[in-house]
């Protein structure tokens, strides 16, 4: 190819220049997301930077593109390549940035048995599915279920000398203390202990080059939880509810604590949102329904989206693969999908916004 004639590339910039970032309410070219411009005959090639290969709205960013360049002379064909540069969240005054990584991203609930620790496998793996480079840690150190939900024996690491290191499957990076002890060994520690574990799995581990680093909490309002706010540049955290009102409640105060340590709520997500029966289609609202999303309304925050009760979910975290990719139809890896890419754009706003 060869390259556009300056008149040509002033009125192909000229036409983009009207066409907006949906999240950033910004001109395309005005961000810096055209790359490059090339042209051959009436063929013109574009190369065009997203914030993330996550985004959510990429799609309606190329039907904007096409409209914009639509009847314009030597625009017969369009073709788009896309690219992606995750910028990295700054630390706040007393935070240490974990070397490598970009953004981090935790995921939280104030009660167990609310399936946090099968969202954040799933949102890591949908996470990588885009082409991001992701990294799992399993900081619920008392009770570490993620080297099951991906198919990683316990105790694996047990007898290494080169320490606890990263186990990559499904193009993630997980990393678990489960790694470290053969199955049914309980963690019995006090408080300081798991938030020095805490910082320890954050600095101590060669994580490489991230995009994402996926933190999955334990529940509650714990040293773990405040430690991570306090060491590391926290991008945002995830608040995992089910929909009835003892749940809800406690959701709540988990966003209340986040709050108050300065670590940005990206919004409430409802787990176990209803169950739809596959052989007759008829929908019951086993836990209720719309009590995440109420609560979030209440609170100021963003309601991220409702996961159904699908059998897939459970089979995938039992068998080691997660819905989003053993069974990616799914309804229920649909609406991870959507979460995880939202989440991922919030992110980009919020650097925006220079938080």
């Not at 935070?95 to 946090?116: D, L, P, W, Y």
């Not at 334990?218 to 926290?234: L, Y």
Request: charged share 20%.
């Amino acid at each position: 190819m060869t390259p556009v004639s300056t008149a040509n590339r002033d009125e192909i910039l000229a036409a983009l220049d009207g066409v907006q970032d949906p999240e950033l309410h910004a001109s395309i070219v005005r961000l810096g997301m055209i790359k490059d411009i090339a042209v051959e005959e009436n063929r013109v090639a574009i190369t065009v930077e997203l914030t993330t290969p996550a985004c959510p709205l990429k799609e309606t960013i190329e039907a904007d593109i096409r409209a914009a360049l639509a009847g314009m002379a030597g625009t017969d064909e369009v073709v788009l390549t896309w690219g992606a540069n995750v910028r990295s969240s700054n630390p706040k005054e007393g935070q240490k940035a974990v070397e490598g990584v970009r953004n981090i991203i935790a995921v939280a609930s104030n009660k167990g048995g609310v399936g946090k620790s099968t969202l954040a496998s799933n949102i890591a793996v949908a996470l990588a599915k885009t082409g991001a480079s992701v990294g799992l840690v399993d900081a619920d150190i008392t009770g570490p279920n993620l080297p099951t939900m991906f198919g990683l024996a316990q105790g694996l690491q047990a007898g290494s000398s080169e320490g606890l290191r990263p186990v990559e499957r499904y193009g993630v990076k997980v990393v678990s203390i489960g790694f470290l002890l053969p199955k049914g060994t309980p963690v019995v520690w006090r408080g300081p202990m798991i938030g020095s574990a805490v910082r320890q799995l954050l600095h101590d581990v060669p994580w490489g080059d991230l995009d994402y680093l996926i933190i999955d909490l334990p529940p509650g309002t714990s040293d773990a939880a405040m430690s991570m706010a306090q060491e590391a540049p926290i991008a945002g955290v995830v608040i995992v509810s089910s929909p009835q009102d003892v749940s809800v409640e406690d959701a709540m105060k988990a966003v209340a604590m986040f709050e108050k340590l300065d670590v940005p709520v990206f919004g409430m997500v409802e787990n176990f949102s209803y169950f739809v029966a596959p052989d007759t289609g008829t929908r019951y609202d086993i836990f209720g329904h719309g009590g995440a999303a109420k609560a979030a309304d209440e609170l100021g925050i963003d309601f991220l989206g409702e996961i159904p009760i699908e059998p897939a979910v459970r089979e995938g975290a039992d068998r080691g693969i997660p819905v989003v990719y053993g069974a990616p139809d799914s309804e229920s890896a649909k609406a991870i999908d959507r979460i995880a890419k939202n989440v991922a754009a919030r992110i980009s706003v919020l650097q925006r916004m220079g938080r």
